[in-house]
């Protein structure tokens, strides 16, 4: 069975910076790309950064130059490291093993202006 679990988000004040972390289990993980996800009430799930299983990212633009998605296979862990954060950044945040209906619980991300 696989199994997401997000961890890492919380309250900062703008200019701060978070780290997510998203922790796979089962086998799939080594095989698939992963994408963190981000979505606020009233508005549709927007894919944020994505990675491949060979290490390949990209971003939506907003986010460029300030996140950085990454992954450790020996760790089935994928991370988001935000930084220069902004309130427009408030929402909550997901993984997902990219291609499947697999997904974490999502973990809130507030940032204060």
């Known amino acids: 069975q696989v199994r997401l679990v997000e961890s890492g988000g919380g309250s900062v004040q703008a200019g701060g910076s978070l780290r997510l972390s998203c922790v796979v289990s089962?086998?799939?993980?080594?095989?698939?790309?992963m994408g963190w996800y981000r979505q606020v009430p009233g508005n549709q799930r927007e894919l944020v950064a994505h990675?491949?299983?060979?290490?390949?990212?990209n971003y939506v633009d907003s986010v460029k130059g300030r996140f950085t998605i990454s992954r450790d296979n020996a760790k089935n862990t994928v991370y988001l490291q935000m930084n220069s954060l902004k309130p427009e950044d408030t929402a909550v945040y997901y993984c997902r093993v990219q291609g499947t209906y697999y997904w974490g619980q999502g973990t809130q991300v507030t940032v204060s202006s």
């Open positions: 990675i491949t299983s060979g290490g390949s990212t």
């Open positions: 089962g086998s799939i993980f080594s095989i698939n790309g």
